[in-house]
């Protein structure tokens, strides 16, 4: 399965969101902001699961700016503005994520966090797709990978 590429339009459920935060340092100073988790399918690539992350407050105030609302359903055509992380250079396990691009958390800081929530079905998601059957693997080992590693964009 082809991993998620801009111009691929993700839907998602608007209640189906769960409120994580995202940690990490940036110019000699810590950060910190909430985002919100999303499992989303990409209605482009059969349905494929997606992995999505939006800044809260973005969510919260300018939904109608990046996604077409119908009902509860969100639907959003990726774009340069949105950027990703992956599992490895092959796109596996590619997750988005929709924020200030001026903010350079690394990639590993949205899997971490959202592992370390434990619950959810985007958490067990994640873990199964970076290789961890249960969600008491030690996360900072798997981190340790993706240390530098900062999100692309698309």
């Given amino acids: 399965m082809s991993p998620i ?13 769960r409120e994580v935060t995202v940690t990490w340092s940036q110019s000699l100073s810590n ?10 399918k990409n209605t ?20 109608n700016k990046f996604a077409t609302v119908d009902g ?19 796109g596996d396990f590619r997750f988005v994520v929709y924020h200030d691009t001026s903010r350079k958390p690394y990639q590993h800081r949205f899997i971490e966090t959202t592992l370390l929530a434990k619950g959810g079905d985007i958490a067990l998601k994640l873990a199964k797709g970076f290789g961890y059957e ?4 030690n996360v900072s080992d798997f981190a340790k990978s993706f240390i530098g590693d900062y999100l692309r964009n698309f």
């Fill in 31 to 40: 950060k910190s902001e909430p985002y919100y988790a999303i499992a989303a």
């Fill in 134 to 137: 249960q969600l008491g693997t």
């Fill in 72 to 90: 509860n359903t969100a639907r959003v055509t990726i774009t340069d503005k949105f950027q990703y992380g992956q599992k490895n250079a092959q």
């Fill in 44 to 63: 482009s690539r059969d349905n494929a699961d997606v992995n999505f992350f939006v800044q809260k407050n973005w969510f919260d105030n300018e939904l």
């Fill in 5 to 17: 590429q801009k111009g691929d339009i993700i839907s998602f459920a608007l209640d189906c969101k």
